[in-house]
């Protein structure tokens, strides 16, 4: 009997000589991210307004575009709008950007405060404050009063006028 207990008595030695413990840390490193994409803009990246009557230089215009912007931030955020010049073009011939309202609407997934601008060449908060998030879209509508087209407007030679619209979202 003494025997089998000096044999039970090894097989424990054995087994907790062949048990060990290592650890090693894990780092989740993050960065501060942010990045737009145009979403579903109208006609692959235009707006456009036209005014081809006696009607159409009278009324009001809006054209609204779901999803306009699709941004992912880890911060809050802000973005502006701006044009690239003070000016559309056309040739020779010029209108004013600011005839050009530019509003953020409801109806897309970010949050913060909307804002409706004047289109200028320098930067504007369009949206103010937006929450940090992923794939969030921004709704924007674009107007020319009926005021405006009238007194613009109405009297320029025809012709397509053009001007560039930047959005830039700024992590706060």
Known sequence: MSFLGAIALETDQVLAQNSEQVSNSVNIVLSDVI?????????????????????????????????????ISSKNFDVKVKSEGSNFVSGTNVIPVDILQV????GGSLMGTLNEVTLSATDQVLVGNASSGSKQSLNIAYSISAEKASKVLLGKPKGTYTQTVTYTATAL
Do not use: H
């Open 103 to 106: 509003k953020a609407i409801p």
């Open 35 to 71: 990045s737009m994409d145009i979403g579903a803009v109208a006609s692959q990246g235009t707006v456009d307004f036209n005014y081809v009557n006696t009607t159409d230089y009278n009324s009001s215009k809006k054209v609204t575009v779901p999803n306009s912007l699709v941004i």
